[in-house]
């Protein structure tokens, strides 16, 4: 049975590399050419002329982000001076603080601005207090998110 399983892989092997050196030959079609689909004819692409105007050098992004939600409103931001010098925005997305603490089995979340080092450093995320505090570990910077009754903190560490 070995030599039998043996025997069909070896002639298939053969039979695709055989097939592999065989250009398909259709009449009228070049190497690298795509046949027409049946019934269709080639028609010209035509030539409007207009070209959208390209954005001004330096006036910003060439595209506005568009997230899915709002951000949260009620945060407080703590210790603006140990933000990383070059860093970059990033939306994350934390506990509702508004949530009503008798519905367990649907927990919502809001989205809130934070601003972190840029990729080139590790992320270490550590989630406690049943998800209300994260705390994002870049090395030297750090930014913990605490979900209170009264709103979101965002606090940055150095």
Do not use: W
């Amino acid at each position: 049975m070995r030599q039998v399983l043996q025997s069909l892989m070896i002639v298939g092997v053969l039979s695709a590399s055989a097939i592999a050196r065989e250009p398909l030959a259709l009449p009228g079609v070049f190497e690298g050419q795509l046949p027409p689909a049946p019934g269709s004819a080639l028609q010209p692409i035509p030539q409007s002329g207009y070209y959208p105007p390209a954005p001004a050098y330096g006036s910003g992004p060439a595209y506005a982000p568009v997230y899915a939600e709002p951000l949260y409103d009620n945060v407080k931001y703590r210790d603006l001076r140990n933000i990383h010098p070059c860093a970059v925005e990033k939306i994350v997305s934390v506990p509702d603080p508004c949530q009503d603490p008798c519905d367990l089995c649907h927990k919502k979340c809001v989205n809130v601005k934070i601003c972190v080092p840029p990729c080139d450093c590790p992320e270490k995320v550590k989630v406690t207090r049943n998800g209300n505090k994260i705390r994002y570990d870049y090395g030297q910077y750090a930014v913990d998110i605490t979900s209170t009754r009264r709103g979101v903190i965002v606090d940055y560490d150095d």
